[in-house]
């Protein structure tokens, strides 16, 4: 009877890993695939594992300690037990028979995910014009759970897709920082605010209405105002004078499109306040109507 170290070898579809007859062995930091990974008889006795040592081991783990276990059919101690400290050990030891317990038994080193961050990203419906100048904002931002808006003029937003009116001539500068639980990340753009060019010849404009004063009015139409969930409207823009749009049909103070014409389907039941801002360089209008919707019909 002897004394035997077996470390760093592969033991794959053998029929049986290891026999071990009547004799002792230190059998560590092996790679086993077998439906019979270890066969212990009569007086043999095996150690399974060493003390944990930094360093890569069989299958790349961080630390060298016991062997990896595991069968073809996918249910290997090592293949069905978790390691949720990253040190490439399982949490349980794994006993193979009466006294052969691999105190320390290898697993696939968990590997977390990348984090992923946010990237800022939006777009204006204008970037200058006369004063008041009234600006849509339109994140297309990716990844991103939060949204922090500065206009250049000491106002800010948290919204996703805000309005702002510029009322002073000059030069803005904006920011929107989104965020998400990982980080955050920045995209600005420049405003220019005019001032209202002076009429030089007034009897030229006399009955007409400037362009400067021009203001958006917001109308719109929907095909259906109420009826049973889940149900669908087409909400249609018939604003005059505008050159951007928000809708909000939901309540929930978050823009559902910036199109001319969509489509929206409420899941729940409820009455809603549905509102189309209308916009353009000079001001902004609102207008709303009420949409209800009733519980399914049981019919």
């Not at 212990?40 to 300690?65: H, Q, R, S, V, Y």
């Amino acid at each position: 009877m002897g004394s035997h170290i077996v470390t760093g070898n592969t033991f794959k579809n053998c029929g049986i890993g290891i026999r071990l007859i009547d004799d002792t062995a230190t059998i560590y930091n092996n790679y086993f695939y077998n439906n019979i990974n270890l066969q212990i008889e009569d007086a043999a006795f095996c150690t399974l594992n060493t003390t944990k040592t930094a360093g890569e081991n069989i299958i790349d783990g961080p630390n060298i300690a016991g062997n990896y276990w595991a069968t073809p059919s996918g249910d290997g101690f090592s293949q069905t037990h978790m390691d949720t400290n990253g040190d490439g050990i399982a949490e349980e030891a794994y006993q193979i028979a009466e006294g052969s317990i691999d105190y320390l038994p290898l697993v696939t080193p968990r590997t977390e995910p990348e984090p992923v961050l946010p990237t800022a990203n939006f777009k204006t419906n204008t970037t200058s014009g006369n004063a008041p100048l009234s600006v849509l904002f339109t994140d297309l931002s990716k990844d991103t759970t939060g949204w922090n808006w500065n206009f250049g003029d000491g106002a800010t937003s948290t919204k996703k897709n805000p309005i702002h009116t510029y009322s002073a001539i000059g030069s803005y500068t904006v920011n929107l920082t989104v965020s998400n639980l990982n980080g955050t990340d920045s995209e600005t753009a420049d405003i220019t605010v005019l001032e209202k060019e002076e009429e030089e010849n007034e009897s030229e404009n006399e009955g007409n209405e400037s362009d400067n004063n021009i203001l958006p009015t917001a109308n719109f139409t929907v095909n259906k105002t109420s009826g049973h969930y889940p149900l669908t409207v087409l909400f249609t823009d018939r604003s005059q004078n505008a050159t951007g749009r928000s809708w909000d049909v939901n309540n929930d103070g978050i823009e559902d499109s910036n199109e001319s014409s969509f489509v929206y389907t409420y899941s729940s039941r409820g009455t809603y306040e549905a509102k189309l801002t209308a916009i353009n360089a000079n001001s902004t209008d609102t207008e709303t109507t009420t949409i209800t919707v009733m519980r399914k019909s049981s019919g």
